[in-house]
């Protein structure tokens, strides 16, 4: 089967000069792809003219005229920009041309955006954004990561189930183990809302671990951590900022003396490999859960190989068949759960 | 003069086998400092005994019988448990016998207890735990690290006002710059709590830079970051955890094969610099700002190498003058602000 993705290249802070050379460089490594780059054709093709060396046959150019802005009030970027590069790639994941849209955008707009295009699963009224955040021996899907900033503890149980049926679905762990961020392991901790959905995960039929803090996530002590988008995009940007400050202070022991540097030189294939490990582009890409239809966003401040792994990760998520495995599951995870938690709202 | 520390011996998840041999340790390199080791003398005779080639004069023991457990509810260790270690030691601040006490006990309990015994500076109502995140060329002081998990706007206010205090005092900035901990830095962004206490932060006298997010922490734009305890607690814990990963996926790398070890063997000077400085053990010790008095909150879970941390953390904080300058710079913010904010409630 060929994947077609369809590409928002006007989205993120650099836009087309920064997505476009993406997509050719994903297209090499992927023969089975197609793409579909969508925005302002006289800027995309100055810089498909540009980067001409990596030119592949397997793309389009879709003309959107319109630009939503990163600072766009969402009230614009939904009712305004009709025809935005955002909003012609998610009209062609919805009008099954595209299997799964990626943007670089402003977050808020795309959230509604999406929500207004798609429609979200039935029983689904908020969808959240879900990425892998690795650890030693695998990695933590980890969700909401900023699509909510209040959730009441039933929309916490909603991302508990999205969060199952991904990972079981990716993974093919029967029953991933789910842990609900706080800042204590006891069941007294935490504020009203996240006791109360600590409640209605132990009720349930998933495989609740109890309460998990910061640290955990990267322990791997479960495959699963659910959370409102405030601490998840907490954790998420602080991860990235630690982790680029501690790669920065490697290269800065290694390249302090005249002998460090010489060190660094014979430790460099060590030094290759761990950089490569670290690297935090390497995990951008998150999935917005919850809708009819797969929309990955990358970060808007990604370069060229950050915004790659964002159209991997789409790819991926599509050769995974994750799309109707979670609308399944969702459906099937609707009926059960809705009756089980309707005494509390 | 001499620098007496009381030493809740009982606290933490190992007690005193890691509270007293980190207590000689410290004494051996400050000099100028007298402990007074709080807990069930038997168990911390045992220990002084164990480690006694680390003997100091510098000591005295103090017999206190009961013991906060990490998960004693709050009301057993306030009402019921009045000779434990955590709360004698405290008295031991009230009554002017030590300068501080420092604690790595249930977290919950010493906020309450410390509360209870030492009171409020005038004007704030909940005090909040601070901490100094590192970043390449200095620290980031951020406040609230989890001793209160919703906070109003005004509370926000204060805790911008204690950070101003507090950095203008050890680092003798006259205007340290604060940033408010949100998703985004649009002024729109977040909740309705944060969204308003920007608007106190922007019609304050403090020099507040605006919202800042996680990767900020890292990269040092603010001097100071507010935000509610849950958000900062998923920010530290997060950030301790990832930290500890990377610096095992280093020696991971340079452990993998027989050629890694050989250039980990000959870039051990750096590799040894850089384990220093990452190693998260030296940012133990959190001081809980607001007080008539000082308490040091070390984690519950610090070996013996941390919780000198946190003894030094106290100590570095009276050498400073920290709870005299916070004292008045709190009462004079608190005649000027309490004016300027009380339309918002």
């Known amino acids: 089967m060929t994947i077609h993705i369809a590409i928002d290249c006007m989205g993120g802070d650099y836009g087309p000069s920064v997505t476009v050379p993406a997509a050719l460089h994903f297209l090499h490594a992927h023969l089975d792809a197609e793409l579909i780059l969508v925005g302002q054709t006289g800027l995309i093709q100055y810089q498909l003219e540009k980067h001409k060396t990596l030119r592949s046959k397997s793309f389009s150019v879709h003309a959107a005229s319109e630009v939503v802005a990163m600072d766009d009030p969402i009230e614009i970027a939904l009712r305004k920009k009709k025809d935005s590069s955002m909003r012609i790639a998610l009209s062609l994941v919805k009008a099954g041309q595209a299997h799964a849209c990626v943007s670089a955008g402003n977050t808020g707009a795309l959230m509604a955006i999406s929500r207004y295009m798609l429609k979200t699963l039935a029983g689904i009224e908020r969808p959240a954004f879900a990425a892998v955040m690795p650890h030693l021996s695998?990695?933590?899907?980890?969700?909401?990561?900023?699509?909510?900033i209040d959730c009441s503890p039933r929309e916490l149980l909603r991302f508990a189930e999205m969060g199952h049926a991904l990972v079981s679905a990716i993974e093919g762990k029967e029953k991933p183990a789910i842990g609900l961020l706080n800042i204590g392991e006891e069941m007294t901790k935490g504020n009203e809302t996240v006791k109360q959905a600590g409640e209605l995960l132990r009720a349930s039929t998933l495989n609740f671990y109890g309460n998990v803090e910061g640290n955990d996530i990267y322990k791997g002590v479960t495959d699963i951590i659910v959370c409102d988008g405030f601490a998840g995009n907490v954790a998420l940007k602080t991860s990235e900022g630690l982790a680029k400050m501690l790669g920065d202070?490697?290269?800065?022991?290694?390249s302090r003396t005249l002998p460090s540097k010489v060190m660094a030189a014979l430790a460099w294939p060590v030094l290759r490999r761990l950089k490569h490990r670290v690297d935090h582009r390497r995990y951008n890409g998150a999935a917005l859960l919850g809708l009819?239809?797969?929309?990955?966003?990358?970060?808007?401040?990604?370069?060229?190989?950050?915004?790659?792994?964002?159209?991997?990760?789409?790819?991926?998520?599509?050769?995974?068949?994750?799309?109707?495995?979670?609308?399944?599951?969702?459906?099937?995870?609707?009926?059960?759960?809705?009756?089980?938690?309707?005494?509390?709202?």
């Open 292 to 345: 009819r239809g797969l929309v990955i966003k990358s970060h808007g401040s990604a370069d060229a190989c950050a915004f790659e792994w964002a159209i991997k990760r789409g790819y991926d998520a599509i050769k995974n068949g994750i799309q109707e495995r979670l609308a399944r599951a969702v459906e099937e995870n609707n009926g059960n759960s809705a009756a089980r938690v309707l005494p509390i709202s």
């Open 249 to 254: 202070m490697i290269w800065q022991e290694f």
């Open 138 to 148: 695998g990695g933590t899907t980890m969700l909401d990561l900023g699509a909510n």
